[in-house]
C-alpha cells in the first residue's frame, strides 16, 4: 500500500507570495495533520482535520489556513510568505477514531524556501 | 507551552553497541508516546509507541520505557548498524479540546561509527 504522499516535494516562492501543498492519506485513514519543521528542529503542529473539518490548530497565523476534502486529501495554504515560512512541511495520517490514541504517519514533505 | 526535551543532542556509538536515547516530557496528561527516526531529506518513520498504562514495550531491536513518575522515556536500540543512523525525536500526545496533536522535542542525532 501506498504511504502518505505530497506535493510538490521542493517550492521555491518569494516574499508575499502564496502557496498550496497537497498531501493524499493512506488509504482508510480518515484524519490529516499538518507540521511545520524548521531544520534543526522537531516538527510543530500547525492543523489537524478530520472528515472534512478542522480538529484543531496550532500557533500559527491566520496566514495558514488548510482544508480536507471528501476524498480525505488534504491542501495547505499559506498566504503573504516571510523569509521565516521556509521550512520542511509533512503531512501525517491517521485512521481518525475520535480520541483515540492512534499512530500518525508522515509523508516525506515538502521542502518550501521562501526567498 | 509544554513540550518534550531531550537530554543528548547527539550521541555517537560503535556498530554493535547498544545505543540509549532518552526523552523528558512535562505534560502529565500526554498518555501516548511514540518515537520517530528521520534519515536525511525525509518525512519521520514511526519506530515505536506506548501507551501510558505501560512502562516498556519492545519490538524488533527496540525497546521503549516510560517512567511517569519522573516524566522520562528513552528508546534503546540493540546491536546498532550503520542504518540507524538518523535523527530520533519522542513524541507525546495527550487529548487537547478534541485534537489530539502530537507535541515534539528538538531531537536526538544518532551517529554510528562503523
Known amino acids: 500500500d501506498a504511504g502518505v504522499t505530497q506535493s510538490p516535494t521542493h517550492l521555491i516562492k518569494t516574499r508575499g507570495q502564496q502557496v498550496t501543498l497537497r498531501c493524499s492519506p493512506i488509504?482508510?485513514?480518515?484524519?490529516v495533520s499538518w507540521y511545520q519543521q524548521v531544520l534543526g528542529q522537531g516538527p510543530q503542529f500547525i492543523f489537524q482535520?478530520?472528515?472534512?473539518?478542522?480538529?484543531g490548530r496550532g500557533n500559527f497565523p491566520d496566514r495558514f489556513s488548510a482544508r480536507q476534502f471528501p476524498n480525505y486529501s488534504s491542501e495547505l495554504n499559506v498566504n503573504a510568505l516571510l523569509l521565516g515560512d521556509s521550512a520542511l512541511y509533512l503531512c501525517?495520517?491517521?485512521?481518525?477514531?475520535?480520541?483515540?490514541?492512534?499512530?500518525?504517519?508522515f509523508g516525506p514533505g515538502t521542502r518550501l524556501l521562501v526567498l | 507551552g509544554e513540550s518534550v526535551g531531550l537530554h543528548l543532542p547527539t550521541l555517537s556509538v560503535q556498530e554493535g553497541d547498544n545505543s540509549i536515547i532518552n526523552c523528558a516530557y512535562s505534560?502529565?496528561?500526554?498518555?501516548?508516546f511514540i518515537w520517530y527516526k528521520q534519515e536525511s531529506g525525509k518525512g519521520p518513520q514511526f519506530i515505536i509507541d506506548?501507551?501510558?498504562?505501560?512502562d516498556k514495550r519492545q519490538g524488533q531491536r527496540v525497546t521503549v520505557l516510560l517512567n511517569k513518575t519522573v516524566k522520562h522515556l528513552s528508546l534503546q536500540i540493540a546491536a546498532t548498524q550503520p542504518g540507524d543512523s538518523a535523527v530520533y525525536f519522542c513524541?507525546?500526545?495527550?487529548?487537547?479540546?478534541?485534537?489530539?496533536?502530537?507535541?515534539f522535542g528538538s531531537g536526538t542525532r544518532l551517529q554510528v561509527q562503523p
Open positions: 501525517a495520517s491517521s485512521i481518525g477514531t475520535v480520541g483515540g490514541q492512534e499512530t500518525q504517519y
Open positions: 506506548i501507551r501510558s498504562n505501560m
Open positions: 482535520y478530520y472528515e472534512k473539518e478542522e480538529r
Open positions: 505534560n502529565s496528561a500526554s498518555d501516548y
Open positions: 513524541a507525546e500526545n495527550f487529548m487537547d479540546t478534541g485534537r489530539r496533536a502530537l507535541t
Open positions: 488509504s482508510g485513514h480518515k484524519s
